[in-house]
């Protein structure tokens, strides 16, 4: 897989029905710029607002994995997600008018076909990858057993266990975008008889018909047509596990061995290796520079920005595309506001997260030249929320996402992490007028 980001060509479209809701769907994949990620957009709601596809917005993971934020929800993401993951769709939108895309025939392979026809280009900017430093493993209350060990390349192996160990199935592969076209996508969802009604009387898998799933019965398989693979429910399974670590949001160097893996365990295994990155990235001085887009050092910033001590809240910034900034801030117990906000009980104050949220936005606003010789005032901030202290010796990291833009108004959503964790956050408007 090349080392450089892509998304699509053109949008393309597929519509049918949902698996869980069983409603109408339209789902239209759209290009997206470079750091964009992986996102959905609710065309059918009011302001049809976007939802990143991370692992911070999951809410549920019973038979699916669904995502929300606020009361903006989508259903069933892993299909979708992971035939983007899988044929290495860096950046993309992903417009429907309902709540959970189509699920065609239960399995990848609609959404490849939809992909090749909006087509892949790579892009300028580098892609994130993460490598596995050190083996995370973690065993579920139901049984389910992930590991993931390093890697030279994103590798896979699955153990799937059906009731009273019927259909016990295994399969390992590499993952590229070859391999998942022709030995992953083509698997279908499946479901054990004696798991249907459960399911109805909790309101799922309302759309679900023999066209869109294998059920098994005792040991016999109904199917519209035999099984696609010997190991087609394993590799299902792998299916599900490459959608569900998408939300992670890297490229990931490392091998999976998963044993009677789920929506939940997968979930958590994402969540692992959020966390691996956080205490790497945690580690790294502002000096050293990551090689995710452009760069800024502290010299840099002061061309970009008025502040300066000792209100210049922005170190460095690793991070710089159209649409996305990520800045840094080191926080040291020289901080003059130390001296006298909480004596003896230092903690970074709440306004001064949300005044360097405001600079980043700031430096990402000026990126583009069409606002050279203005300045941008910050207008207003909702949703503020302060989550965890910030401590003397914690490294802020400040991201601020581009939202809106009309003219000389934009909207963008900031927060700032410490060793991966959200500390604050807050939607913020700036306005930009002559200097």
Avoid: W
């Amino acid at each position: 897989m090349s080392s450089l980001q892509s998304t699509l060509v053109k949008s393309a479209s597929i519509s049918g029905s949902s698996l869980h809701t069983g409603e109408k769907v339209t789902l239209t994949l759209h290009p997206a710029p470079p750091g964009h990620g992986r996102k959905f957009k609710r065309k059918d709601l009011a302001d049809e607002p976007i939802i990143e596809a991370n692992i911070e917005h999951v809410k549920t993971v019973e038979r699916s994995t669904t995502i929300a934020e606020g009361s903006v929800k989508v259903h069933t993401v892993e299909h979708i997600l992971s035939a983007l993951a899988g044929l290495g769709v860096d950046n993309a939108l992903i417009e429907m008018d309902a709540n959970e895309p189509p699920i065609g025939d239960g399995s990848g392979q609609p959404y490849v076909e939809l992909i090749k026809k909006a087509g892949i280009v790579e892009q300028t900017a580098p892609r994130a990858e993460f490598h596995v430093s050190e083996p995370i493993f973690l065993e579920t209350k139901a049984g389910s057993i992930m590991t993931i060990v390093p890697d030279a390349a994103f590798r896979i192996s699955c153990t799937q266990v059906g009731p009273d160990g019927r259909f016990t199935q295994y399969y390992s592969t590499e993952i590229t975008p070859e391999i998942y076209e022709k030995e992953i996508a083509p698997a279908r969802t499946f479901v054990f008889y004696e798991d249907v009604k459960p399911l109805m009387d909790k309101g799922l898998i309302r759309g679900g018909s023999l066209e869109n799933a294998v059920v098994v019965r005792g040991e016999s398989v109904l199917s519209k047509e035999p099984l696609r693979f010997r190991e087609e429910f394993a590799r299902h399974k792998i299916l599900d596990i490459i959608g569900d670590l998408a939300l992670f949001g890297r490229s990931i160097k490392g091998h999976v061995i998963a044993i009677k893996p789920g929506h939940g365990a997968n979930t958590d295994l994402a969540r692992a290796l959020s966390r691996q990155l956080a205490r790497k990235m945690a580690l790294v001085p502002p000096s050293v520079t990551p090689k995710d887009g452009d760069v800024l050092d502290v010299k840099d910033v002061m061309k970009v920005l008025p502040h300066r001590y000792p209100f210049l809240m922005v170190d460095r910034v690793v991070q710089l595309s159209e649409s996305m900034c990520t800045g840094i801030k080191s926080v040291t117990i020289n901080e003059p506001y130390f001296q006298g906000h909480f004596p003896g009980h230092p903690i970074m104050p709440g306004v001064l997260q949300l005044e360097a949220m405001a600079q980043v936005g700031s430096i990402l606003l000026f990126k583009n030249a069409n606002v050279a010789g203005k300045i941008g005032y910050f207008m207003s901030a909702d949703g503020v929320k302060f989550r965890k202290p910030v401590m003397p010796g914690d490294t802020l990291f400040i991201e601020v996402e581009v939202l809106q833009k009309k003219r000389v108004i934009v909207k963008a959503r900031g927060r700032c992490l410490v060793n991966g964790e959200v500390v604050s956050e807050a939607e913020m408007m700036f306005g930009i007028v002559d200097s």
